[in-house]
């Protein structure tokens, strides 16, 4: 089984500032999800990956493979960035493995 | 309607009650996928549905659960004999034919076993 591991568990930051959130994980991969959960919210996929890297406005998400790690940066953090975070991996089975998910990143952008 | 639809979105049920979510996917996604949010657990995989193949229900917690999809759309997931620890949010996702493709979720059911 996957082990997928998050930090920092929880990060508060000020508006405009540059945000990192890193997700390791122990086994081989066929995916790896950056997943986004307001408070009382739904979730909401923001990116998936399988290799190098990719951006959508202001959030850029990367995955080396080889040392088996991704980061999800923001870049000028708004306070409607704060969210939990998730890293969730989708195991070489594919589907029939399900996404294995982290414990989340709690952030807050304070303005 | 646009997004992957559940209902009930809450259910308060006694313990020993049989229960049934319903989960509506976005139309024309062979993918389907059942995950539980509890709070001492966080999210886990529960089954995952490619079409009409029958599902692995290895991810399944007990032979309590069980569920089904019918003509590869509408899936239904059955809690039978509830107990406490089944209370949590049971999510429902779908996504276009493959494993590997993005995840829509729905906004979940809370159920409640008292």
């Known amino acids: 089984k996957n082990e997928v591991e998050q930090s920092p568990q929880n990060l508060t930051a000020q508006e405009g500032e540059f945000i990192t959130i890193n997700c390791s994980y122990s086994v081989g991969i066929s995916a790896l999800h950056w997943l986004q959960q307001h408070p009382g919210g739904g979730i909401v996929s923001l990116f998936m990956l399988s290799s190098g890297k990719k951006k959508h406005g202001r959030l850029i998400a990367t995955i080396n493979i080889q040392e088996k790690h991704s980061s999800l940066h923001i870049t000028a953090s708004h306070p409607r960035d704060s969210a939990v975070y998730i890293c969730a991996v989708l195991g070489p089975g594919g589907g029939a493995d399900g996404l294995t998910f982290g414990k989340g990143t709690h952030l807050i952008i304070q303005p | 309607g646009a997004g992957v639809s559940q209902s009930p979105s809450n259910k308060v049920t006694e313990k020993g009650k049989d229960v049934e979510l319903r989960c509506d996917p976005i139309?024309?996604?062979?993918?389907l996928y059942w995950y539980r949010q509890s709070l001492g657990q966080g999210l886990e995989f529960l089954i995952y549905?490619?079409?009409?193949?029958?599902?692995?229900k290895s991810g399944l917690p007990s032979d309590r659960f069980s569920a089904e999809r019918t003509g590869g759309s509408v899936s239904t997931l059955t809690i039978q004999r509830t107990q406490q620890e089944d209370s949590a949010v049971y999510l429902c996702a779908s996504g276009k034919a493959g494993a590997v493709s993005i995840q829509y979720f729905g906004a979940g059911t809370r159920l409640s076993v008292l």
């Open positions: 139309s024309g996604h062979t993918a």
């Open positions: 549905f490619q079409g009409n193949s029958a599902p692995d």
